[in-house]
């Protein structure tokens, strides 16, 4: 079965651009996670998506949004970028909502210059 | 306010050697603790989970200890190999109605040849 893939892997952008970062999730999951992982920094939740809709949200301003498709691929969207964005965001997917068995993929490293 | 703690930040141990690291929590009520390995630049990938009623759980080298009544884990590595250098992270979920993962700032090992 594969496993959770992001893309892309690498990202560098310039501080006011937007930026779309996707995930595909475990084939049969139907929950995605989103989080940001900063040097020194534990994990900090974005949101989740279950069957389309935001089931949960972290402490993140309104320019990070994200949504989910009918297959489950979720994407995140982070506009006006600032360099405190930069950071390693890891996409996690479980078979249901609120569960901490999650896969977790690579990651997508973005920079903001 | 629910909060993960884990110390150590970083440790550097020789290869062979064992180690112990430590997750103290506040997360109240409480359903279960998992911990986790991330190698760089990779996504974090679980070890282990226990439940409340959970003392001892072991995943080969790796075995992991709850007390929930003083709210501490610990992960101990035995006969450590370059492999195992990676940062370790402890996450607690809690019961309540605001559901969230509480994740910890983890513990980055390296092990010296």
């Known amino acids: 079965k594969a496993g959770v893939t992001q893309t892309p892997r690498y990202l560098i952008k310039t501080r006011g651009q937007q930026v779309t970062l996707s995930c595909s999730p475990i084939?049969?999951?139907?929950?995605v996670s989103w989080y940001q992982q900063t040097p020194g920094q534990g994990l900090q939740f974005l949101f989740e998506?279950?069957?389309?809709?935001?089931?949960n949200k972290g402490n993140f301003p309104g320019r990070f949004s994200g949504r989910q498709f009918s297959n489950s691929r979720s994407e995140m969207n982070v506009s006006t970028l600032e360099l405190g964005d930069s950071a390693l965001y890891l996409c996690?997917?479980?078979?249901?909502?609120?569960?901490?068995?999650?896969?977790f993929g690579p990651g997508t490293r973005l920079t903001v210059l | 306010k629910n909060q993960v703690e884990q110390s150590p930040q970083s440790l550097i141990i020789l290869e062979g050697k064992n180690c112990t690291l430590q997750c103290n929590y506040t997360v109240s009520p409480f359903s279960n603790l998992r911990w986790y390995k991330q190698d760089t630049g990779r996504g974090p990938v679980s070890l282990t989970i226990?439940?409340?009623s959970e003392n001892t759980k072991s995943n080969g080298r790796y075995t992991a200890t709850l007390d929930a009544d003083t709210k501490q884990s610990s992960l101990h590595i035995t006969a450590s190999q370059l492999s195992d250098s990676a940062s370790y992270i402890c996450?607690?979920?809690?019961?309540?109605?605001?559901?969230?993962?509480?994740w910890g700032a983890g513990t980055k090992l390296i092990i010296k040849p």
């Open positions: 996690a997917s479980s078979l249901v909502p609120y569960s901490n068995e999650q896969f």
């Open positions: 084939s049969g999951h139907r929950s």
């Open positions: 996450v607690v979920s809690g019961m309540d109605s605001n559901y969230q993962l509480i």
């Open positions: 998506y279950f069957s389309e809709t935001q089931r």
């Open positions: 226990m439940t409340f």
